[in-house]
């Protein structure tokens, strides 16, 4: 069935689907209805399949079913629920109308609907994981790593609280992210292939199966060793609700990377720090009437998708309760967990575009240090002197520091060339200083620590870890 | 553009469009991305009428742009958007290429995007309440009126903890409902009457506007009066939040009582309980393995869609911080409000049409008083001894129905006809009771309070104010 | 019982308390065990007093069981719930020993714990509300009047996106908070006003209540007046829960009013922005290392609390579901709101206590200004440009921006004193503006709209409404 | 400061302190105040405790702090606080007054406030659900195994949607806790011993420690091995935060199986299905006016909780953004974050007492399926058709069973001794059936599966994987 897509309700089947067509088109062979179906379709084909090799049925019925399966779609699927008022039963009669009478009765031998459907959905959820996602997160973490190796040893001062704190470089603030979006990359991965099916039939206990099956355990293992998954440890009628909690857990928690990255790169575009920017078309218009404005509207986009999906783990966590052996009120709700996963595909492909072409003004960043520089000494100064033994060295630079305000001179200045100010007791502790120690006062912006090195480990873990997915 | 629409992602638009297809087709009217466009288009050219009226421009030039508003198609914004990367801009650029040149400077004159964007939005809120959510909703308060004042006399035994309480009428248990939507009712109207848009330009201080009237909040009412509501009494970009705020929250909070009616229902379809069922189709399958089932999946289903849209609260309230004059972060994240909308007018519909054809097994709920009603009479024996002076009522009861439990015998055979077993003190409180108490006592049955009168007076009263709606 | 408040496990009973000792204390005259259980037998002595006003029982009776109520201590209660496992039961059987044998039967009578609980929470949250929350929510909005009154004049740089727009007041910035907190201020009033209790039995029925009374209703209605509150139009064993919904959805959404401000006013703070500042006492330190620093941790705190007890509405939300005449399982929950309700009192408490000492630096947001103010002409240069005829006036001056970027000339330059950058088409625009229209453009510092206007009449408006408060 | 608990605010330290006071004094060691305090001045300890063993100060001033860390206590640090509005500093001074002259450099030396505050809070969570959530954690499994061996064989009917499906053993349904359960407890147990430290500085690039240390980050690494913990992989000023997200996702999950269990539960107490029962005290009253009630409020209880704490795994999300090198806008809100685990520690109690004394009623539960055993066969009936060539096995038994309901006679009567109402087609397949099959029709009680094997299975898997914890 044809429609206008402009005629559609959500914004990922229009406005969304329209910015990343190419993503949607291949995350729709996994989460759109065509796809639910189709993988579907594919787990009665495959269950034939096994009842077949293990000689229950001819080989040719499985042939013929396997046919069926490829041919059906949706819509005589959504034809036939008219009469049903059931899906899946909808789809078997499908399928049987598809095949000989002989092969009937060998399609959704023993099962149940919710091994159909438990099953599909592993199925899509690990496959467009391994096939979607998990390269779009990678490509990220590349587009981040080249960010952080060019920019290991450009100087950016360090915030807390929004405040100048010390010094560090830009490179290794974006390490932060490599850091904590490759630790994500791989519980993502861990979740994913953790998925499990299960062809254990109306309650979980096999009851129908074992009429025929000695090992009806063996037989659901191999079922699902076909499609590449392995069985939940126990079944009701539905698969442990816990292995899709953790793999949902894992793409959210992800997704609050993604939020807090863009974030912090919005406030770096804020006009007054201006350290780096999105690269701006020449047609590009920032604001119907304001005609100078150049927004950060990639990384507010990226946000706001967080803001409208991350709420979403609630439902998550809701469906995790399911009454005795199962009531379908987590039917329908998980019918949208999808939309979490395609839209996170997305903010990481937004985010891939607009980094690969960010805007860094490193002389900004430099001119943003220089603003504070003279109070970022005021760390290693009241480290040094606690070295040497002063007693209450936080509490004497803090004063300095209050002096510094009031008579407009440096903490430098007040503790080389303006000294009048400052207690004598203190001045004693400063004679103590090495010249190497002198130096680093001298020069607030050498005052990085391992930013450089700290950048390199990080690059050089995840560019290995990286290369062996 | 055309799609499959088994090739969209969101089960809003190929699943649950196919089960409510009218009412997708109704509510699509204002909350597809053509409805969307279709509005903002419609707040433009309400603009350009009131600059005509004010002489600020001529009739012909709002009438041009009145046309010109009226043919714009969602393609050619989106096609003018690749280049602008501004939606809004686009769109303003569309309407001026179907103008003479002439007409164009008062296109969008004065205003900012997010003028166009939170009128348009309020009006889409507030015309889809009025036209398609509110008139569902009286629909299935009518529904319930009708089924609570025909069961008004039907036995039914109370039941908190899930235990059995003391008796009720069904159509009392039904008047609950009629009671709490209707509130909600008026809770969905009032605040959908109480958004707001805006006309006061980049950051709400009209600073565009003031150029050319002096009375700038004068004309921002007279454009939103042209389109049938009011102005924030402070804008920044936006409008304030909270209008949106509280039309959401009475929505979700009304979505509540849908799941709440949805949740007793489907119990009282439990196969031990039995009282009520879903009506079945002949063609219907109630379990693809299980033949002989007959699942409460309507009911099953509104709770799943509750759990779905419920949290979603949590972004709405996300939405109400925008840094200082506005950040976008909140511009996807709304995009996906109408969703809530939506889904929530499914359910209503839904709802109405099972309950239309509600099975109410009367025998079924007699046999279930029958189970417990000796136990019933426990609550007014322990309340007349009360007030015939004993001093500790409560606890010689409950001493009595575990008496009770211990002999097999009923509480009412204990306190009559076999006597040997009651506290001798107790006999003398027991003589004290007259004919007509021990009436209540001999006929649990009879011990429903209020319930009919009650059922009554809740459907008088909101039969009433719906009819002035 | 007492206990080492640091042995307690929530930050509201160590670190919070300590931090709003006074303000806590009021709160727990509402909020705490005491005064649940206190409140409580408020509710019991007002339902016997009413007994005696209908001469149920005697006058001396509801004395008795007055003074009974006054004098019950939680330890007595706790120690009697030991045996009972049931709160309720316990407190009745306190009383009951409190009493005359002639008085016992008269305590509790005809109603159900819920009609005690239900009713008692109402009480608090509406007394609460009454005497503390709104109280302090008002001097806030005062503290808020203040400032914006005083600051009206004082020019800021309004921001979209982070970005520089165009020029506000700062007073214009902070009468948004005042708009806001006001409107929900009213809110919160008439939610709490229309919290409601019941008198209605077990299952909300008047069972019981109706073997003694023939108008129960009135009954109820007499207590719950007697109190100071109305019944719930329809009860189960419980009111309906929407009353409290919607209570608490108005402090929630103030809540984010509230974090909006917090948020707007750190970033202010930023090092690079620095137009405000929390006062920092001359002892107080800002970082354990950096004695340099000044953290606007007041307003992160306010985000803070915020992010903790938004989420809570959730709970709310679930409350809303009750199985039947009710389950139990709403009741755990709802033991907690009253911490949402206590952590806002505190949120705005702290808000006032820092905004009243708010450090306004009026140069620095002029500085900021100037940054960007040969920008801000863009926009009036565009409507101007429009207002004459021009086609397409937003991308004319789109690209005279980045004319100016290229040239390192202002706007402001390009179209006055070096024209050789713009387009002779351009140039024939401005020769058609008038003097009047210039001045604007040369003084963009002007360009701020009703900035004033709006700020004095939003103060007015609240103001007045405030005085009636 | 003693304080009289009833006086405090939040249900965890008052009412549901004195339900667990054992439990909760226990897990306050960890999580109150006290504790936090106690846990930072032990990472203040071992800091110079490597420091001493670096050589960079003696050994002596080392056991001088760790005697002064041992002696300090709250009420001093919150007095210093006054001073320092600042915790960490005002503890650092309240150790340096404790200690020489020589000592005081040696406190807190080269670290941030956030060094000591992060690295204490992951002790606390891996140390508490190691000695006390965990522990907890196995006990109530190893309750529920026992109760799965014990009920292994006792029949009960299994139930989808709330209907009556195909039997099962109660063992059976409980192993279903055993396995989700046992799985949380290993995802527990991975994710507290995954929480990680920091002492990377004000920062996170090690700039103060890099002027000590050639290797700052191996120093990092000895105090946190001191302390029993690994190094984030990279820190800011604070820790990745997604090792606590998963931790609280591991918990809070884990609550999700215990809320379904309670839910399961409190169901199977409903009055008409009376399978199980909540132990009662003999002096316990069910209800404050109906006295014969017995309620599942244990398993509500649960319920609630869960409802009262999932929601906050929002704040949890939330909480992973911090902005730039951090805000400190996630520190009140992380100080909620133990009475997740203490709430959920005191479920797990709750279950484990409660369950440890559950009553199994298996004659109730042999009724129960009685009540649709006749129904039950329609499944293997179906199945053995289809597995002779029925070309429309589930068609055929689904007009069976309506036939049943039309005639009274169950399907077994159907298919046996009164076939005239069955299509003779339909006979020509029944006349296929083995003795054996014949048998499970005629014996729908033997219809259970796996049911006891699948018991045995999960429980000795169980045991086996408990025993080496």
């Known amino acids: 069935m044809e429609k206008d897509i402009f005629a559609s309700i959500s914004p990922l089947d229009h406005r969304y689907y329209l910015s990343y067509q190419e993503l949607f088109d291949q995350l729709a062979e996994y989460f759109s209805e065509n796809a639910l179906i189709k993988t579907q379709l594919e787990v009665e084909a495959a269950l034939t399949r096994i009842l ?7 080989e040719s019925v499985s042939r013929e079913v396997d046919e069926a399966c490829q041919s059906i779609r949706p819509e005589e699927v959504y034809a036939e629920e008219e009469k049903t008022k059931h899906n899946i039963r909808a789809m078997v009669n499908c399928i049987q109308r598809c095949v000989s009478v002989e092969a009937r009765p060998f399609v959704h031998f023993t099962s149940t609907s919710m091994d159909i459907v438990d099953t599909a959905n592993a199925l899509r959820f690990f496959r467009a994981t391994n096939e979607v996602v998990l390269p779009g997160l990678k490509r990220l973490l590349e587009t981040l790593i080249k960010i952080a190796r060019r920019e290991k040893d450009v100087l950016q001062m360090g915030r807390t609280h929004g405040q100048h704190a010390v010094p560090i470089t830009f490179g290794f603030a974006v390490a932060e ?9 791989l519980k993502i ?3 994913a292939e953790n998925l499990r099916g299960k062809i254990a039939g109306a309650v979980g206990a096999y009851n129908a199966s074992s009429i025929f ?37 894992a793409i959210v928690s992800a997704y609050g990377v993604l939020a807090n990255l863009a974030d912090d790169f919005r406030h770096l575009q804020r006009t007054e720090i201006s350290e780096i920017g999105e690269e701006f078309a020449t047609t590009q218009v920032g604001s119907s009437t304001m005609p100078h404005k150049r927004n950060p509207w990639n ?11 991350m709420p979403r783990m609630i439902t998550v966590y809701l469906d995790q309760i399911s009454e005795h052996q199962r009531d379908l009120s987590n039917s329908a709700s998980s019918r949208f967990n999808p939309e979490i996963v395609v839209s996170f595909a997305a903010a990481v492909e937004r985010l891939n575009r607009v980094l690969s072409k960010l805007r860094v003004d490193k002389e900004r960043m430099m001119k943003n240090v220089e603003l504070t520089q003279e109070y970022v000494i005021a760390e290693p100064l009241y480290i040094l002197l606690a070295s040497f033994g002063h007693p209450d060295a936080h ?7 209050i002096k510094s305000q009031e008579t407009g001179k440096t903490v430098r200045q007040l503790i080389t060339t303006d000294r009048e100010h400052v207690d004598p007791e203190l001045l004693t502790y400063l004679e103590k200083l090495s010249e190497q120690q002198w130096e680093i006062l001298n020069n607030p912006q050498a005052y990085i620590g391992l930013s450089v090195r700290k950048t390199e480990l990080i690059c050089d873990r995840w560019e290995e870890c990286l290369r062996s997915q």
């Not at 990384?299 to 999906?309: D, G, N, P, Q, T």
């Open 177 to 185: 992210y490599v850091s904590r979006l490759g630790n994500r990359y």
């Open 189 to 191: 991965k861990e979740a």
């Open 395 to 401: 509490e004497a630079v803090r004063r300095l520091t």
């Open 213 to 249: 099956f000695s090992d009806p355990e063996v037989f659901e293992a191999e079922v699902l060793a076909e499609l590449g998954i392995k069985p939940s440890p126990y079944s009701t009628q539905i698969v442990e609700p816990e292995f899709l909690t953790d793999y949902l857990h």
């Open 299 to 309: 990384f507010e986009h990226v946000k706001s998708m967080w803001k409208a999906f």
């Open 52 to 58: 077949a090799r293990r000689g229950i049925c001819p």
